[in-house]
């Protein structure tokens, strides 16, 4: 088994605010992350991915074609983007760096074609915060006041 990985950088903002909870008691969760207008970071992505390398080409995956993938998947989705307001697969979630990391997983495994397979994806927030999941049976939580709020027009 033989692991290849390719890192990319966007640019995002979001808000962490659980509408089922107190104006308070999400300040206390979230501190300064729950600023009503959000706030950004310069995230790092890394999808891993393994499998037998293929005899005729030397290669588990063509990196310029997990370049291209996570490109149209993740990159164009999110950069310069708010995940609370413009990602439309973040509808209803928290989005905190482990529920951007699981998002991520779910759109990447289900567009990898071929041998290869997912091993693990890793979301950097900064040089000092990283979440990372390898599909161990985790899922995301929607909150469906959070949908409503933002469709009224509240940063949620």
């Known amino acids: 088994m033989v692991y290849i990985s390719r890192r990319a ?3 995002a903002s979001h ?3 659980n509408p089922t909870l107190s104006d308070e008691e999400n300040c206390d969760i979230y501190g300064l992350c729950n600023n009503p207008h959000g706030h950004g970071h310069n995230y790092k992505v890394e999808v891993t991915v393994c499998g037998d390398v293929d005899p005729k080409t030397g290669m588990v995956m063509d990196l310029k074609v997990l370049k291209e ?3 149209e998947v993740i990159i ?3 950069d310069h983007r708010h995940f ?3 990602v439309e697969y973040m509808d209803g979630v928290i989005p905190t ?4 990391t699981v998002a991520f997983w779910e759109m990447m495994e289900a567009r990898l074609e071929g041998s290869a397979r997912l091993f693990e994806i890793r979301v950097w927030e900064n040089d000092n915060n990283v979440a990372f999941y390898r ?3 985790g899922s995301l939580t929607r909150h469906p006041g959070m949908a409503e709020a933002v469709k009224r027009g509240q940063r949620a």
């Open 97 to 100: 760096a482990e529920n951007i």
């Open 9 to 11: 950088e966007f640019c």
């Open 84 to 86: 609370n307001l413009d």
């Open 69 to 71: 993938l996570m490109e």
């Open 15 to 17: 808000r962490l605010h």
């Open 135 to 137: 599909g161990e049976g």
């Open 76 to 78: 164009s989705k999110v």
